[in-house]
């Protein structure tokens, strides 16, 4: 795992706070970045965002899909696996920004191309910048994982509203100053959590009646303008209730 000094402490503990021997409680894989079947495959890594792509690499690599990975880096001594993609030949390129500069996105992704998917994980401005040349494409053609909420997106003004449970009838109050799960789980309702930032999915929950207002850096496309499902860490509600399937 990559020690990062800017992140809210979780990098920082397992670098310096956990001990051999210790005893770690952890939960089972929970996978919101899935490999979907295609005919053909661009992956976009920048940094650690290679990290989720090359198990795709592999399984991809086994079968009858075409597939060419662009990886780009600060420096080629900080990219990470460099020596288990070297068997891959030249559907990898290799791209330190000291020697060559940014990734030359226009040239790999600016056309959409009939039965390809395009699976991208790397900094904000990374993924940004594949997106916007993604927006074209036909939908579902994008897959991205996240490090950090879009720029903004957790913004907005906070008012209380209620949630219904619609299984058990149960209503909550969300205060203001509160997120949705935190509300659930004072009245005793557990919905499992991870980024807390709307990142990754793990909280996503379906809605069954009101308006939510989207704050989460996951759901895109019509999952997002057609308002069946939430992220519960940070996403609220444009009208003053929501009914959500728990």
């Not at 086994?62 to 600060?74: F, I, M, N």
């Not at 390129?93 to 030359?104: A, K, M, Q, S, T």
């Not at 916007?132 to 909420?149: D, I, K, M, T, Y």
């Not at 509203?161 to 009245?187: K, P």
Request: aromatic share 6%.
């Amino acid at each position: 795992m990559l020690r990062e000094a800017q992140s809210r402490g979780g990098s920082e503990w397992i670098h310096t706070g956990i001990q051999a021997g210790d005893r770690l409680r952890v939960r089972g894989p929970w996978n919101n970045f899935p490999l979907v079947m295609a005919e053909e495959y661009v992956f976009i890594a920048g940094g650690i965002g290679i990290t989720p792509l090359l198990p795709m690499i592999r399984q991809v690599d086994r079968g009858d899909s075409g597939w060419h990975l662009l990886y780009g880096g600060r420096r080629r001594a900080s990219m990470a696996f460099l020596g288990q993609l070297e068997p891959f030949g030249d559907r990898v390129r290799i791209v330190p920004e000291d020697e060559f500069g940014l990734l030359d996105l226009d040239t790999w992704i600016a056309s959409p191309r009939p039965g390809t998917l395009v699976y991208c994980c790397g900094p904000e401005a990374l993924i940004a910048a594949v997106e916007e040349r993604c927006s074209l494409w036909p939908a579902g053609s994008l897959h991205v994982e996240r490090f950090h909420p879009r720029p903004g997106a957790l913004d907005g003004e906070n008012t209380a509203f209620e949630v219904v449970c619609a299984r058990s009838g149960l209503t909550v109050t969300v205060g203001a100053d509160e997120a949705i799960v935190t509300a659930l789980e004072r009245n005793g309702v557990y919905v499992p959590t991870s980024c807390a930032e709307g990142i990754c999915g793990t909280c996503q929950t379906a809605v069954v009646g009101g308006v939510p207002d989207h704050r989460d850096s996951f759901l895109v496309g019509k999952k997002r303008e057609d308002h069946t499902t939430i992220m519960v860490c940070c996403s609220r509600a444009r009208t003053s209730r929501l009914v959500l399937d728990l």
